[in-house]
């Protein structure tokens, strides 16, 4: 697809569970972020990626936080053991090899109940 | 710290009406500024950016914002609201430590009839 595209939608899990959430970039763009938007929270990064490669994972918010990319294309975003405090939406952005001009998925509205 | 404020967390105007959303940002160098909005459910949508050059920049759906140096501030505008701008509008800067930007909390845009 033309845009960034992120799956799924909405996800609801019970307290405990573990997450996966998807990002699938633009293609040929190198540079993949993820945010997490709370209520009261803003925007807050969470993990870049240059290719599969992400140097700096301190933005993860837990240790139950991790992220991978495969093939320099699509992301996961995996939530272990699930809090209720993870509930947010759950945003990924790319652009091209890290320039300034990202573009924005729909995110991943995460409910854990 | 890099750091955008926006001190209105909410607006109200009536449609037809004139809008100034404000911005500051905390930057050291010469900043790379951007105003993303977001309706309700969606992703972030760019409407404008400013890298260099002419401190006025000209963005989507009618919008343009001015770019302040010695105010430090990137305000948005527009000269006639329209009900389809209620939305979230976030200001943003590029240069968090792994070139991701920085966002502002958000002002929620609300349109009177």
């Known amino acids: 697809g033309a845009g960034v595209s992120q799956s799924p939608s909405n996800k609801v899990t019970e307290k405990g569970k573990d997450v996966e959430l998807r990002c699938d970039p633009i293609s040929g763009h190198t540079a993949l972020y993820w945010y997490r938007q709370s209520l009261g929270q803003g925007l807050e990064f969470l993990i870049y990626f240059q290719g599969n490669s992400a140097p700096d994972k301190s933005g993860l918010p837990s240790d139950r936080f991790s992220a991978e990319r495969t093939g320099g294309s699509v992301s996961t975003l995996t939530i272990q053991r699930t809090q209720q405090e993870d509930s947010a939406v759950y945003l990924c952005?790319?652009?091209?090899?890290?320039?300034?001009?990202?573009?924005f998925g729909q995110g991943t509205r995460l409910t854990v109940v | 710290a890099q750091s955008v404020t926006q001190p209105d967390i909410h607006i109200t105007v009536s449609e037809g009406a004139s809008l100034e959303l404000r911005c500051n940002y905390s930057y050291g160098a010469t900043p790379y500024l951007f105003w993303y909005v977001q309706s309700p459910g969606q992703g972030l949508q760019l409407l404008l950016k400013y890298f260099s050059g002419d401190t006025l920049v000209q963005g989507i759906k009618g919008f343009e914002a001015e770019f302040k140096r010695s105010q430090s501030s990137f305000n948005l505008r527009k000269p006639s609201v329209h009900w389809s701008d209620a939305a979230e509008y976030f200001c943003a800067v590029y240069g968090g430590s792994q070139g991701n930007l920085i966002f502002g909390k958000g002002t929620k845009l609300s349109v009177k009839p």
């Open positions: 952005a790319s652009s091209v090899s890290g320039g300034a001009e990202a573009f």
